[in-house]
C-alpha cells in the first residue's frame, strides 16, 4: 500500500494550481441564520482547515435564492450584498493563510421544504414529490421522519431561465469576491440532479427524451456561468448516482450512460467533478454494467479526462448515513486515501466528517501522526470546531 505522500502531491484544476490533493468536502453545517449570512464563527471555521494546509476547501452548500432554491434553515446563500460581504471575509481569511477556496452552489428543487422557503412550493423538473422523510441535519426535532416531501411544482421555461440566470450571477459574484472557482452542485439528488434522472425529470421537452437532453439544464448554467466569469475562472460540476433522500436511487444505469452527461459538462465548459459516493471505491455499477466494479469517480475520470475529486468515507471505518444514526467512526489509516490516488481513482480526496472533527487533519496526516486524530461524533455537527 501506498504511504500517505501521494496525498501531498501538486496538481491542477483547471488555471488553479493546488499545492497538494487533499480537498475539505463541501458539507452543510447551517450556522448562517435566516438571512444565510457567515458569521465570524464561520470564517474561523474555514480558515482553520486552510491553516492546516488542506490543498483546497469547498464551503457547504451554498443556495442561489432565498426562496424554493433553500432546502434547511440556516444554510447560507450568495444571492444578496450581506451574504456577499460576508463570504469576502471568508475568502480573504483563507487566502491569508494560503489557502485556496471554492463555493458550492446549490438549489435543492424537490427536496426543499416550505419549512425553509417562507411558505414557498418547491419546485422540480416534474411534479414528482420525493420519497423517504425529509430530515434536517442541523435539526434534530426532524429525526424521527414525521415530515414528508411535498409535491414539488413542475418549472416552466421562465422557471428554468430564473434558475439559470441565479447560478450565473451567483457564479459572478463568487468570482468578485476572490472565491477561486464555484463547485455546483449536481449530486445527491438536488435540483441539477433531479433533471439528469429520468425518475425525477419525465417532461416532455427539450429537457428530457435522452440522457444529453437530460444534461441540458446543468449544460446551461455552466454556460451561463462561463459566460460571465471568463474562460479562466474554475468551474466545477459535482455528481452522485444517489439521492440524500433516497440512498438507493441510481441516476445512470451503465458508464456509456454517465459518460454522456460527462461529456456534455465538458463541452459546455467544465474544468473539473466532485464525486461523492457511499464509499469511493464501491461500484458505481451493478455488476452487468461494470464487470471491474470501479466506482463512479474512477468512470468520470476515464470519461472525461479531467481532474475528479472523490468523496465518500475514506476516513472512516462508518458510513455517513451510519455516522449520522449514532454509529462509532474510528479513523482509517490515510494510507488508504493514498492509495486511490496511486490505482488512478481519483486526483484528489475530500476529506468531511473527520475534517469536521479534526480542523487539523492535514498537519497531522502529513507529519505522520494520524493516530492522534479525534472520532467524529453525530454530536460534533453542534459546532462550528
Known amino acids: 500500500m501506498a504511504g500517505p505522500s501521494a496525498l501531498f502531491e501538486p496538481t491542477r484544476i483547471g488555471s488553479l494550481t493546488l499545492p497538494n490533493r487533499v480537498v475539505m468536502a463541501p458539507m452543510t453545517r447551517s450556522f448562517c441564520g435566516s438571512g444565510g449570512v457567515p458569521s465570524p464563527e464561520v470564517v474561523r471555521y474555514y480558515a482553520a482547515r486552510a491553516a492546516a494546509g488542506t490543498g483546497l476547501i469547498f464551503t457547504e452548500a451554498t443556495v442561489v435564492d432565498m426562496g424554493p432554491a433553500r432546502g434547511y434553515l440556516g444554510v447560507p446563500g450568495l444571492c444578496d450584498d450581506a451574504q456577499e460581504a460576508a463570504w469576502k471575509m471568508v475568502v480573504e481569511a483563507v487566502h491569508a493563510v494560503g489557502g485556496r477556496i471554492m463555493v458550492q452552489l446549490w438549489h435543492c428543487g424537490r427536496l426543499s421544504h416550505p419549512r425553509a422557503t417562507a411558505g414557498a412550493q418547491p419546485v422540480a423538473p416534474s411534479a414528482v414529490a420525493a420519497s423517504g422523510p425529509y430530515l434536517d441535519v442541523a435539526d434534530p426535532s426532524t429525526f424521527d421522519g414525521h415530515l414528508s416531501y411535498v409535491e414539488p411544482k413542475a418549472m416552466t421555461q421562465a422557471d428554468i431561465d430564473a434558475v439559470v440566470g441565479a447560478f450565473a450571477a451567483a457564479a459572478g459574484r463568487a468570482r468578485r469576491i476572490g472565491f477561486?472557482?464555484?463547485?455546483?452542485?449536481?449530486?445527491?439528488?438536488?435540483?441539477?440532479?433531479?433533471?439528469?434522472?429520468?425518475?425525477?425529470?419525465?417532461?416532455?421537452?427539450?429537457?428530457?427524451?435522452?440522457?444529453?437532453?437530460?444534461?441540458?439544464?446543468?449544460?446551461?448554467?455552466?454556460?451561463?456561468?462561463?459566460?460571465?466569469?471568463?474562460?479562466?475562472?474554475?468551474?466545477?460540476?459535482?455528481?452522485?448516482?444517489?439521492?440524500?433522500?433516497?440512498?438507493?436511487?441510481?441516476?445512470?444505469?451503465?458508464?456509456?450512460?454517465?459518460?454522456?452527461?460527462?461529456?456534455?459538462?465538458?463541452?459546455?465548459?467544465?474544468?473539473?467533478?466532485?464525486?461523492?459516493?457511499?464509499?469511493?471505491?464501491?461500484?458505481?455499477?451493478?455488476?452487468?454494467?461494470?464487470?471491474?466494479?470501479?466506482?463512479?469517480?474512477?468512470?468520470?475520470?476515464?470519461?472525461?479526462?479531467?481532474?475528479?475529486?472523490?468523496?465518500?468515507?475514506v476516513t472512516y471505518s462508518a458510513t455517513i448515513g451510519e455516522s449520522l444514526m449514532g454509529a462509532d467512526c474510528h479513523i482509517a489509516d490515510p494510507a488508504e486515501a493514498a492509495q486511490m490516488l496511486a490505482n488512478g481513482d481519483a486526483d484528489l480526496i475530500a476529506v468531511g466528517r473527520a475534517m469536521l472533527a479534526n480542523p487539523d487533519w492535514t498537519t497531522k496526516v502529513r507529519t505522520g501522526r494520524w493516530n492522534e486524530l479525534l472520532p467524529f461524533r453525530r454530536e460534533t455537527l453542534a459546532t462550528l470546531v
Not at 256 to 282: Q, S, W
Open 180 to 313: 477561486d472557482g464555484v463547485l455546483f452542485h449536481g449530486a445527491s439528488g438536488y435540483l441539477i440532479q433531479q433533471f439528469f434522472n429520468a425518475d425525477s425529470n419525465r417532461r416532455d421537452d427539450a429537457y428530457n427524451g435522452d440522457t444529453a437532453a437530460r444534461a441540458r439544464f446543468a449544460c446551461e448554467i455552466v454556460s451561463a456561468a462561463r459566460a460571465g466569469t471568463g474562460a479562466d475562472y474554475p468551474l466545477l460540476m459535482g455528481l452522485s448516482q444517489f439521492s440524500v433522500s433516497d440512498y438507493g436511487w441510481v441516476t445512470w444505469s451503465a458508464p456509456a450512460d454517465l459518460a454522456v452527461t460527462v461529456n456534455c459538462l465538458k463541452a459546455a465548459g467544465v474544468d473539473g467533478f466532485h464525486v461523492a459516493a457511499h464509499r469511493i471505491n464501491n461500484p458505481g455499477f451493478a455488476a452487468e454494467a461494470d464487470p471491474a466494479g470501479h466506482g463512479l469517480a474512477w468512470h468520470v475520470r476515464q470519461a472525461s479526462g479531467l481532474p475528479v475529486s472523490a468523496a465518500g468515507g
